[in-house]
């Protein structure tokens, strides 16, 4: 561990929940750091066992954004290191970027450390590949419009529309109308779902269904919060079954790439 911290703020990734999914780097840190302030609702508490006896551990649920900054401030004015502990990855859903605001306004450095967003804890949980050759390409990471607006040209309809893996997140208690949307932009009501309920935790649940069940699904597993929702062909499970279907070019034997010639197939 030969990281030393500076008098700075470390905007940390905590990863979706169990401890072995921060990143070392992250971990260093909340060895090393001075004080420690997290989310007390979401970050996994295991994580701050590895704080110096000495550091300040503080937890953030109870503050609003002007105490949060105050005091990553004032610390860092008398020379400490502070992480800012967030949950996943800081860059998704994070709101991170009114806290930088105040953190640049303070004239007070900080550094963002990357963790593993919930998105992938949960394609892991559910044993799929978001890309799959062939049936989709791209994965959009979006959510439902809740309190918070949607801008008008990522209207769930529209971005269903393109028929790709959709992660959503903070839309559990939204489901009847990401469905709607959903089968309003051609999606089929037998099209795969997965749900993952606190991907990573000890409590984790998957629940497969498709669009035309989730809704219900979701209310008899009772999962209201801290899920995250895959809609994509590529959570349908007979794809594990279906060989020759939808492989990766990248260990077809025919395909020429950067680290592998590939063979001349004759016929
Ligand atoms: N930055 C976080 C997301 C924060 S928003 C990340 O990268 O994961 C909070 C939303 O994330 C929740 O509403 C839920 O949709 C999702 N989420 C966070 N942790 C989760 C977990 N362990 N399992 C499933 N979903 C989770």
Redesign the pocket.
Known sequence: MTLLLEAKVYIV?AG??DPELITVKGQNILKQADVILYTDS?VNEQLMEVAKPEAEILKSAGMNLEELVDCMVTNVEQGKSVARV?????A???AILEQMRYLKRAEVDYEIIP?V???F??AAAAGIELTVPELTQTVILTRAEGRTPMPEREQLKDLASHHCSTA?????TLIKKVVREFLEAGWLETDPVVV??????PDQKVVRTTLGQLDETMRAEGIR????VIISKAADERLLTEEGKYESKLYDKTFTHGFRKGEQVNG
């Open positions: 990734g979706p929940g979401l967030h949950t996943g990855d800081p998704v859903y994070g963790g967003s919930s998105v804890a949960a959503l997140f903070l839309s559990a993952v309920y606190r991907a990573s935790w919060k801290q899920a995250m």
